[in-house]
């Protein structure tokens, strides 16, 4: 079977997070990806975090599967002649490095565009182009905190809090895909032209954080937001608080102990009062007198006294797990979850054979777990395989440009590659 982006030869110049994860998502897709590294040492996450001494960490195993791996020194004059054929031979170049180096290391777009027109480069940067920190060199909390995200996750009575969701750094590699497929797009329409697609971690965080820019707008008109905690027996100032674990929609919803949280951290589950649910969650609880009390029977009626319902419902959870309770809850249409943690998402039955998690093979480590494609087609079945060792496919890259083998020799010898 073809896979759809079989034939796009891509220059993966990325490290770290925000860019391997852009291009491993289009190697799965059947993208050839080749990954640029120095050489000796390679992308830093496959020394960082390492669990086996000597063998490539978890990091970058996660995150370069399906991809091939050339080392190259682009500071050397060979160097930059290998990666002046592979730009010619190409049709994108992804990167993220710091702010100016692609234009220190002599690749500036304009020279880029005339080595090949059709090649789209692709960037990730903290800030955009323009902007008063585009100078700034960013990690991901950094781009949480600059994005909206820090200011609008936690508690109303603790500090900015990060999420550990990487909206830095994969969600602005997602980001970044869309816009690569999108230059391609454009490109076989209009005579084969490519462009510069950049992306910045701060507006990605923001992007998405647009609910908070909406109740920003909300907070400036009517001076307070009636789905926060805050609302009606706190206060607010004129920005939008942290929410806690409130419903960023217009249904209440809060995590709620069920048996057990004494002991188990995660022993909660995520329970949301969707108004027209309100007669279900009132049988499913115990308490049908409250569906057509006239004090609890609507949304507002209901919103000064959320956390006693809340509480209610906790009274109700105290005897059942949180898989017991989610069971009940379902057989009501109630919208629910239960906290998963990590250990239980790794084992997770359906998870295992829907390919999200995946279990992949590696040369040097052996068996490990890794995220699969969360985008599902019915004419494309993604398989994982494992991360390049560091310059595994340098000669086979090489022999693809036109070097021969004694010139590939020479490249080694000078340390090129
Ligand atoms: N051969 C020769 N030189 C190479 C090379 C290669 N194959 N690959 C990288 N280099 C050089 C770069 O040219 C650069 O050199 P100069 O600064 O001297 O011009 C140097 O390595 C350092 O690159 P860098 O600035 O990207 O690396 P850093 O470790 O200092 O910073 C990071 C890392 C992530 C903060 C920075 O790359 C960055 O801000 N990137 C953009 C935002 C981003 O993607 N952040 C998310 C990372 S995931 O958390």
Same mark, same amino acid.
């Given at each position: 079977?073809?896979?759809? #982006?079989?034939?796009?030869?891509?220059?993966?110049?990325?490290?770290?997070?925000?860019?391997?994860?852009?291009?491993?998502?289009?190697?799965?897709? *059947?993208?050839? &990806?080749?990954?640029?590294?120095? /050489?000796?040492?390679?992308? &830093? =996450?496959?020394?960082? #975090?390492?669990?086996?001494?000597?063998?490539?960490?978890?990091?970058?195993?996660?995150?370069?599967?399906?991809?091939? +791996?050339?080392?190259?020194?682009?500071? =050397?004059?060979?160097?930059?002649?290998?990666? @002046?054929?592979?730009?010619?031979?190409?049709?994108?170049?992804?990167?993220?490095?710091? /702010?100016?180096?692609?234009? %220190?290391?002599?690749?500036?777009?304009?020279?880029?565009?005339?080595?090949?027109?059709?090649?789209?480069?692709?960037?990730?940067?903290?800030?955009?182009?323009?902007?008063?920190?585009?100078?700034?060199?960013?990690?991901?909390?950094?781009?949480? $905190?600059? *994005?909206?995200?820090?200011?609008?996750?936690?508690?109303?009575?603790?500090? /900015? !809090?990060?999420?550990?969701?990487?909206?830095?750094?994969?969600? @602005?590699?997602?980001?970044?895909?869309?816009?690569? #497929?999108?230059?391609?797009?454009?490109?076989?329409?209009?005579?084969?032209?490519?462009?510069?697609?950049?992306?910045?971690?701060?507006?990605?965080?923001?992007?998405? $954080?647009?609910?908070?820019? %909406?109740?920003?707008?909300?907070?400036?008109?009517? *001076?307070?937001?009636?789905?926060?905690?805050?609302?009606?027996?706190?206060?607010? =100032?004129?920005? &939008?608080? %942290?929410?806690?674990?409130?419903?960023?929609?217009?249904?209440? *919803?809060?995590?709620?102990? $069920?048996?057990?949280?004494?002991?188990?951290?995660?022993?909660?589950?995520?329970? !949301?009062?969707?108004?027209?649910?309100?007669?279900?969650?009132?049988?499913?609880?115990?308490?049908?007198?409250?569906?057509?009390?006239?004090?609890?029977?609507?949304? +507002?009626?209901?919103?000064?006294?959320?956390?006693?319902?809340?509480?209610?419902?906790?009274?109700?959870?105290?005897?059942?797990?949180?898989?017991?309770? &989610?069971?009940?809850?379902?057989?009501?249409?109630?919208?629910?979850?239960?906290?998963?943690?990590?250990?239980?998402?790794?084992?997770?039955?359906?998870?295992?054979?829907?390919?999200?998690?995946?279990?992949?093979?590696?040369?040097? %480590?052996?068996?490990?777990? @890794?995220?699969?494609?969360?985008?599902?087609? +019915?004419?494309?079945?993604?398989?994982? @395989?494992? +991360?390049?060792?560091?310059?595994?496919?340098?000669?086979?890259?090489?022999? =693809?440009?036109?070097?021969?083998?004694?010139?590939?020799?020479? #490249?080694?010898?000078?340390?090129?590659?």
């Amino acid at each position: 079977m073809t896979k759809p #982006l079989e034939g796009i030869k891509i220059i993966d110049f990325t490290h770290v997070q925000a860019g391997p994860a852009c291009t491993q998502l289009l190697a799965w897709y *059947g993208a050839d &990806v080749i990954k640029v590294e120095r /050489p000796g040492a390679g992308d &830093v =996450t496959r020394s960082q #975090l390492r669990d086996i001494p000597g063998v490539d960490a978890l990091y970058f195993t996660m995150l370069n599967s399906n991809k091939k +791996s050339l080392t190259l020194d682009t500071k =050397t004059a060979e160097g930059k002649e290998v990666l @002046t054929r592979l730009i010619k031979q190409s049709d994108v170049l992804v990167e993220n490095f710091g /702010p100016g180096a692609l234009d %220190r290391m002599g690749f500036t777009w304009e020279h880029i565009k005339e080595l090949n027109p059709g090649m789209i480069v692709a960037s990730v940067k903290g800030f955009s182009d323009g902007h008063h920190y585009e100078d700034l060199k960013v990690y991901e909390n950094v781009a949480q $905190c600059a *994005g909206g995200a820090a200011s609008t996750t936690g508690f109303d009575d603790g500090p /900015p !809090t990060v999420s550990a969701a990487a909206l830095g750094d994969s969600n @602005t590699g997602m980001h970044l895909a869309i816009g690569i #497929l999108t230059a391609l797009h454009a490109r076989n329409r209009n005579g084969g032209k490519g462009q510069k697609v950049a992306v910045s971690m701060q507006d990605s965080v923001l992007n998405l $954080c647009r609910v908070k820019l %909406r109740d920003q707008q909300r907070l400036d008109r009517v *001076g307070y937001l009636e789905e926060y905690p805050q609302y009606p027996h706190g206060s607010f =100032t004129d920005v &939008v608080p %942290r929410g806690g674990n409130a419903g960023g929609g217009g249904q209440p *919803g809060w995590v709620l102990k $069920c048996k057990g949280w004494e002991t188990d951290k995660n022993a909660y589950i995520y329970f !949301t009062i969707q108004g027209h649910a309100w007669a279900p969650i009132c049988r499913a609880i115990g308490k049908p007198e409250w569906i057509e009390d006239p004090a609890y029977m609507t949304a +507002s009626a209901r919103q000064d006294k959320i956390f006693d319902i809340f509480g209610t419902i906790e009274a109700w959870l105290a005897d059942k797990t949180k898989f017991e309770a &989610v069971n009940i809850l379902r057989k009501f249409d109630i919208p629910c979850a239960p906290v998963m943690t990590m250990k239980e998402l790794a084992n997770d039955e359906s998870l295992r054979a829907s390919g999200t998690i995946a279990e992949v093979d590696h040369k040097e %480590r052996g068996k490990y777990l @890794t995220v699969g494609s969360p985008i599902k087609f +019915s004419d494309l079945k993604v398989e994982i @395989t494992g +991360s390049p060792l560091l310059g595994e496919h340098t000669n086979e890259v090489l022999e =693809t440009l036109g070097y021969s083998s004694r010139e590939i020799a020479a #490249l080694h010898e000078a340390k090129a590659v």
